[in-house]
């Protein structure tokens, strides 16, 4: 078999999905997104509609003919080897005058003499075998010629240099059986799911021929370096089996990384879709799926429906609660980028896409009023705590310290692939970390070198960084920023002290309550004892410190405090118990913090309104 027919082969194979690529973005960046941006009515929405289901038909052959390219240009690669070896056997029994049959034996001349007749031993032919030679007995026990042994030697090499090509054809010609598609012009869910399962067979072919090439353990610079390096033809075959390597890798650029996530968000939403209904799967694990999978709809819809700033999908991943890195602008070209680490609760849902989306949206808009070089990211890279009323009574001490541990480390990775593929020779950088997630951002601060690149950095509602003062976290006092508004509870989380003996009087006045009036009783109980426990405790307390260290909205952190709305008070306000917590983003609820975090991204801090420290 000719490894150039096999990698021709190939190339039509690719010529085939680029056309399909391109005809895909044409799809989606100019035909439906203009339809749908200068008409209304159900005839245009009918169009967009019929145009997206196109959209997808062409994303389904991309990817179906990027997956036998692969599969083939890994096909020719592994048979290189085989290949060589009998070569070099051929060559060996031509240069010895032995001659090679079809069979792959080896027949040899008669040579030597016998001791007794003087006469020459006669030639003879050598079968091979794939076996080692080292259980095979001597050449010399059963053919005495001089010639025997090397025969056997190359017909042995022979038979292992055939035996493993035919193996390499069966495992491959397995694989791209499977790569088949229906007849018909539609393509259904069902067929996303066999498409998911496709790039998991090809992906295992190519694992020697691309993926141990990926420089999973070099820094984001190198990673950078290695993208840089490889020819076009590569690169597209990366692209389209190993999208989720290549689109989570820091250091990639970001229109690559988009370019891959998006084709991994489809295969995501292909396999969870396969698994709905599946037999067995039940309670928690349908949930996950149901969960999972409207998260991953929601963002694929955001995607395709375009709009400005253009959302760059930086990362994407169906590990622990969820990934998704979402950009708004282009943050290798932005003179500005800022990167928010969402806190407790966050996971990939519905409420992930309407939510902490909805914010760094409403960033990176505030920002371009003031520069229109600027970028805004929301970071979901770490798994954040997943609060319950076991969590709190539980491991009230702990409280989820080590995810936020966990999570700094990948977010400084993170960042420093923001530095290794920013185009600007020195852009201003913005880590922002909103509730439980400005202590993974105060940890990544903490680490070594700090948060790689970042000029400034934003706490949004924080319990607490686990620093004693905003000279520990890098960037320098006066580059802390701090909003904190008055009626967000979690910015006066109580000091580990407090919140012990808060507990310990709850549980108190909770069963000296029940015993006189029951449940009602038990509930007034244990407010009235946690209150009072609360009390006693707060005298013995530092009036700095709340959850995770010195409150960063204190003079004694040394900040800079900015204006944000007091927000409605918790319960009394009529919108639960944290309204105020979740207002700091908001250009309608809370204007004055919206702006003062768009003059920081934008690198215009000297502009906010400030407001004093507690």
């Known amino acids: 078999m000719r490894c150039a027919a096999l990698e021709g082969a190939a190339d039509s194979w690719g010529t085939a999905s680029n056309r399909a690529d391109a005809a895909r973005d044409r799809i989606d960046k100019q035909l439906a997104a203009s339809l749908a941006a200068t008409q209304g009515g159900e005839a245009a929405d009918?169009?967009?509609?019929?145009l997206r289901g196109l959209s997808r038909n062409f994303q389904y052959v991309y990817t179906e003919c990027g997956l036998v390219r692969t599969a083939l240009n890994s096909f020719a690669a592994e048979l290189r080897a085989p290949q060589r070896r009998l070569r070099e056997a051929l060559e060996d029994a031509r240069g010895l005058k032995f001659t090679v049959h079809e069979d792959g034996s080896v027949s040899y001349p008669a040579a030597g003499e016998n001791m007794l007749t003087r006469e020459k031993l006669p030639g003879g032919t050598a079968a091979g075998s794939a076996v080692s030679p080292l259980l095979a007995p001597p050449q010399a026990l059963t053919d005495p010629n001089p010639h025997a042994a090397r025969a056997q030697e190359i017909a042995d090499a022979i038979a292992r240099a055939v035996g493993e090509a035919r193996e390499i054809d069966a495992r491959y010609a397995r694989a791209l059986r499977k790569l088949t598609a229906r007849d018909g012009l539609h393509v259904t869910d069902a067929m996303w799911a066999d498409v998911s399962g496709d790039a998991t067979a090809v992906r295992g072919l190519a694992d020697e021929y691309l993926k141990d090439a990926i420089p999973v353990d070099r820094s984001p610079a190198e990673r950078k370096a290695w993208w840089d390096g490889l020819?076009?033809?590569?690169?597209?075959?990366?692209?389209?089996?190993?999208?989720?390597?290549i689109g989570n890798l820091d250091g990639i650029p970001a229109e690559v990384r988009d370019a891959a996530n998006r084709d991994n968000l489809r295969l995501l939403i292909g396999r969870l879709e396969g698994m709905e209904g599946m037999e067995g799967l039940e309670g928690r694990d349908e949930e996950r799926v149901e969960t999972r999978l409207a998260g991953l709809r929601a963002i694929d819809e955001q995607l395709r429906a375009g709009g400005n700033p253009p959302m760059y999908l930086l990362g994407i991943g169906d590990e622990g609660n969820g990934r998704a890195i979402v950009s708004y602008g282009n943050p290798d070209t932005a003179r500005n980028v800022s990167a928010y680490v969402p806190g407790l609760g966050t996971a990939l849902d519905k409420d992930f896409v309407s939510n902490d989306l909805k914010r760094a949206r409403d960033t990176a808009i505030g920002a371009q009023e003031y520069d229109r070089s600027s970028a805004s990211i929301v970071w979901l890279g770490y798994d954040a705590p997943?609060?319950?009323a076991a969590d709190i009574t539980g491991n009230a001490d702990v409280m989820f310290a080590d995810q936020a541990r966990v999570g700094a480390v990948a977010y400084n990775e993170f960042m420093s692939g923001i530095s290794a593929t920013n185009e600007n020779d020195d852009p201003h950088v913005t880590a922002v970390g909103h509730s439980y997630g400005s202590l993974t951002v105060g940890q990544a601060a903490q680490r070594p070198g700090g948060v790689p690149g970042a000029d400034d950095i934003i706490l949004l509602g924080s319990p607490g960084t686990g620093a004693r003062s905003a000279d520990e976290l890098g960037v320098g006092r006066e580059h802390v920023f701090v909003g904190a508004a008055e009626n967000d509870p979690v910015t006066?989380?109580?000091a580990k002290i407090e919140a012990r003996g808060m507990a310990t009087g709850a549980a108190s006045g909770a069963v000296v309550g029940g015993a006189l009036g029951g449940p009602v009783g038990a509930a007034a109980g244990a407010v009235g004892g946690g209150a009072a426990a609360?009390?006693?405790?707060?005298?013995?307390?530092?009036?700095?410190?709340?959850?995770?260290?010195?409150?960063?909205a204190h003079e004694a952190?040394?900040?800079?405090?900015?204006?944000v709305a007091d927000g409605p008070a918790p319960v009394l306000g009529g919108e639960g118990l944290t309204p105020a917590h979740s207002n700091y983003f908001s250009p309608k609820k809370d204007p004055v913090s919206a702006d003062n975090i768009a003059k920081i991204v934008a690198g215009k801090s000297r502009g906010i309104q400030v407001e004093d420290w507690r």
Do not use: K, N
């Open 557 to 563: 952190f040394g900040a800079q405090r900015f204006r």
């Open 534 to 552: 609360y009390l006693a405790q707060d005298a013995q307390a530092d009036g700095r410190e709340i959850w995770y260290g010195t409150d960063p």
């Open 231 to 245: 020819a076009q033809e590569r690169r597209e075959e990366y692209l389209a089996v190993f999208p989720a390597e």
């Open 386 to 388: 997943q609060l319950s």
């Open 492 to 494: 006066a989380m109580p």
């Open 46 to 50: 009918a169009a967009v509609a019929r």
